[in-house]
Each structure stands twice: as structure tokens, then as C-alpha cells.
Antibody, heavy 116, light 111 residues
Framework: QVQLQESGPGLVKPSETLSLTCIVS????????WSWIRQPPGKGLEWVGY???????NYNPSLKSRATTSLDTSKNQFSLRLTSVTAADTAVYYC??????????WGQGILVTVSS | QSVLTQPPSVSGAPGQRVTISCTGS?????????VQWYQQLPGTAPKLLID???NRPSGVPDRFSGSKSGTSASLAVTGLQAEDEADYYC???????????FGGGTKLTVL
């Protein structure tokens, strides 16, 4: 079955760059759009951005150009970079597969804390 | 402030029926974009419950059903069970924001 697994540092300092990777198994990364979604502790879900193997990307306007997503077909994985992080970026970050406008498969999530 | 509005909480006794509303606007639900529902059990990732307004993915019990009308959508849960206690989120696309949006989430408590 399709499985997604997030990886990356759990602690990032303010003003630095958050970098996460999502490894996909059981599905070719070239066949779908892939997305990042985050959830601050005790709060709701927020869509971050998506990437397609053609290079097509889109991001939540609230992130004000701080987010970048990329994809590596040779490794069947995709990544998220979020620059100039603040405490407000502390959240569980999920990667997810996009299926015709919804998220049909999710990773288990990774908690990223922004703190000095 | 979420683009899609949900009640913070709903509750019901085992065996009862509850509904969760999701109110949007003319740039999302009212524009004809599909509504999805996700169930998030404590400490776990969200799970797709309803897609395309009314469709249940394989493995989702038929106690869960979705509907959509105008600028709103609803999730109904019949025959409430203790295992249904979770947070529920609606999701759609917003043309003004050019991206996907979620409701603020509703906590379902089984009394």
C-alpha cells in the first residue's frame, strides 16, 4: 500500500530555514501531485503547498513566499523548505498525496519546534 | 479565522445521530468545489472520510455520510460509537486564495 514518511530536524532556530523530506513508497511520485499540510499544537489544519513532477508548484498565500517545494523522481521523494521561521511556524508537518483535489494518503507527521 | 466555518464541538450519546456543518462562501463551496471530510483520532494523522461531497472511500463505514447544498456542507454520523470520538475537518478549494482550505475542526464527543 501507499506509505509516506516525513523526516527532518525536530528543532529549528528562529530566522533559520526549516527543511523536511517526504519519502514515498507504493506509489510513483510522477503520477500525482504531492502536498504539505501543517497543524500547530492544539490547532487546526493549514495547507502549505504542493508540487508536481513537471515543476508546477503552488503555496498558501499566508506564507508570503517563504515556502518552496521540490521533488526528486530518482529517490521518489519530495521536500519542503520554509525560510525565516518564527515560533508561529511550530507545528506538526504532514506530507500527503493529492487525489483530484483532496488528500487521500497522509504521512504520520513530524513535529517541528522553532526555538532558540 | 478559517475560511470554512465549523462548530467547535458537537456531542451525542452512543447510537444517536449527529451532524457537523461546514459553511463556506461563493469562492469555495458555493463556487461548486467539492467538499471533503477528514477524521483525526487523538495523536494520529488525519484520515480521509468523505471525498467528492458524498463518496466514502473503501473501508469507511456507511454510518458516515456527506452532503452539500449551496455554500454549506454537512457530515452526518449515525449509530454513534465510542470509537467515533475524534476531531473532524472539512476541506475544499478556494478560488480567491487559489489554494486548498480547511475548516477549523469540530471535536465530536461521545457521551
Amino acid at each position: 500500500q501507499v506509505q509516506l514518511q516525513e523526516s527532518g530536524p525536530g528543532l529549528v532556530k528562529p530566522s533559520e530555514t526549516l527543511s523536511l523530506t517526504c519519502i514515498v513508497s507504493g506509489s510513483s511520485i510522477s503520477d500525482y501531485y504531492w502536498s504539505w499540510i501543517r497543524q500547530p499544537p492544539g490547532k487546526g489544519l493549514e495547507w502549505v503547498g504542493y508540487v508536481y513532477y513537471t515543476g508546477d508548484t503552488n503555496y498558501n498565500p499566508s506564507l508570503k513566499s517563504r515556502a518552496t517545494t521540490s521533488l526528486d523522481t530518482s529517490k521518489n521523494q519530495f521536500s519542503l523548505r520554509l525560510t525565516s521561521v518564527t515560533a508561529a511556524d511550530t507545528a506538526v508537518y504532514y506530507c500527503a498525496r493529492v487525489q483530484t483535489g483532496w488528500f487521500d494518503t497522509w504521512g504520520q507527521g513530524i513535529l517541528v519546534t522553532v526555538s532558540s | 479565522q478559517s475560511v470554512l466555518t465549523q462548530p467547535p464541538s458537537v456531542s451525542g450519546a452512543p447510537g444517536q445521530r449527529v451532524t457537523i456543518s461546514c459553511t463556506g462562501s461563493s469562492s469555495n463551496i458555493g463556487a461548486g468545489y467539492d467538499v471533503q471530510w477528514y477524521q483525526q483520532l487523538p495523536g494520529t494523522a488525519p484520515k480521509l472520510l468523505i471525498d467528492g461531497n458524498t463518496n466514502r472511500p473503501s473501508g469507511v463505514p456507511d454510518r458516515f455520510s456527506g452532503s452539500k447544498s449551496g455554500t454549506s456542507a454537512s457530515l452526518a454520523v449515525t449509530g454513534l460509537q465510542a470509537e467515533d470520538e475524534a476531531d473532524y475537518y472539512c476541506q475544499s478549494y478556494d478560488s480567491r486564495l487559489s489554494g486548498w482550505v480547511f475548516g477549523g475542526g469540530t471535536k465530536l464527543t461521545v457521551l
